[in-house]
């Protein structure tokens, strides 16, 4: 789960994490009066979408008064924003936020995230603040440092000191590095981030560490520990798609193909999507419809699935482990039947009770192609796209 910059900003407070006074503007008004509030030369008007790379897309914008905050937010407000991290279609403004601008003397880049690899908690930082991290990561991997932190020993100060000492930071400037750095670590921790990003960390010209920006992403697994996490959430900057499968329990992601797939368990899904690319094809999303999958759930995750005006096929394919493959044809049959399924429908079912599911299937007298191995599955559902083409 994300969240907005003002909201993350407000948690870094809670942990003593320094950050810019500012306040949310929903109208150009209300902008008006908060820069009034601030009473600095300078605000900043920013767009509040689940997206980085907001400045070079117009949505980040000064102003040296509260008459040019009221217009910079009315320039913000209801555009469609699109960056690199923005669906095709970008993200509609509704909100900005309205931030007391900082003198800066340099800008820094700092995260904080568990590497899998390494199975450590790891803390990023780079001298090279306020660009894409992932092209100083590809052209100056040099200036990528990283630390990390064993969970059962937790983060030492010591380990914060070296890292800033890395940064170039004087001895002063690393005093003030540990307990920014430790409450970054600590709201982590406590609140059950998978990220903490901070892009730019700022060092102003009076000396202090600021959060510039703020990007917060929960696990959603521990959010039921965090209703007050939870709450933060924001329906509009979600994919309708993806929120409506969380409301009948179904792992869903969309994506930009034309291949929709219901498949159970989440390494069969993404052995099936890289197959459909194998073969030439785009899957529409990523659907998980779990072990227990029943005949309500299939029906559920088809509706879900021709939901997405630019699905041309549907591919199901299914590991009869806990689930039965004979329930599983009960249901894409009520659903192919029930929902008046228009598109090429390939079936692969291999596992428990998978011969009585294939007679199934076959006796339905719907238009449905079987399918034996996972090869066979994804090379129909290309050639049922093409030959719909």
Not at 142 to 169: C, E, P
Not at 199 to 228: C, I, S
Request: aromatic share 6%; hydrophobic share 45%; with cysteine.
């Amino acid at each position: 789960m994300n969240v907005h910059e003002y909201q993350a900003k407000a948690l870094f407070r809670e942990f003593g994490v320094a950050v810019p006074d500012g306040e949310l503007a929903t109208t150009p008004e209300e902008a008006e009066r908060a820069a009034k509030n601030l009473a600095t030369k300078i605000v900043v008007v920013k767009a509040q979408v689940h997206a980085g790379g907001r400045g070079k897309a117009g949505g980040v914008k000064l102003a040296k008064s509260p008459a040019e905050a009221k217009k910079a937010a009315s320039e913000i407000l209801g555009m469609t924003l699109h960056t690199p991290q923005t669906p095709p279609e970008g993200k509609l403004v509704r909100k900005v936020y309205v931030e007391a601008g900082s003198d800066i003397a340099k800008e820094y880049y700092f995260a904080i995230l568990f590497d899998r690899s390494a199975e450590k908690f790891a803390l990023v930082a780079s001298t090279e603040g306020g660009m894409e991290i992932e092209v100083v990561a590809e052209k100056s991997p040099d200036k990528i440092l990283t630390t990390f932190v064993d969970a059962n020993v937790g983060l030492r100060d010591y380990q914060i000191r070296d890292l800033g000492f890395r940064l170039g930071f004087d001895g002063d400037l690393v005093k003030k590095f540990v307990p920014f750095v430790r409450g970054l670590f600590d709201l982590y921790m406590t609140k059950d981030c998978s990220q903490v990003e901070i892009n730019p960390l700022v060092l102003t010209e009076q000396g202090d560490l600021l959060a510039l920006d703020g990007k917060l992403n929960f696990d959603d697994n521990a959010l039921y520990r965090h209703p007050e996490i939870a709450e933060l959430r924001d329906p509009d900057e979600e994919d309708p798609r993806e929120r409506a499968a969380k409301e009948i329990d179904l792992a869903y992601v969309g994506l930009d193909g034309n291949i929709g797939c219901m498949v159970n368990g989440a390494g069969l899904a993404m052995a099936t999507l890289d197959m459909i690319h194998y073969c030439g094809g785009k899957p529409a999303n990523f659907l998980d419809a779990g072990g227990g999958a029943d005949k309500e759930k299939v029906k559920a995750a088809f509706k879900l699935i021709l939901g997405d005006e630019n699905v041309e096929a549907i591919l199901v394919n299914i590991f009869g482990g806990i689930v039965r493959c004979d329930l599983i044809a009960e249901g894409v049959v009520a659903a192919a039947a029930d929902l008046g399924v228009g598109v090429p429908l390939v079936v692969r079912l291999q596992g428990t009770k998978a011969p009585e599911g294939r007679e199934i299937l076959a006796n339905s007298g719907l238009d449905i192609t079987p399918a034996e191995t996972l090869k066979d599955a994804g090379e129909l559902a290309v050639a049922a796209v093409k030959g719909a083409a």
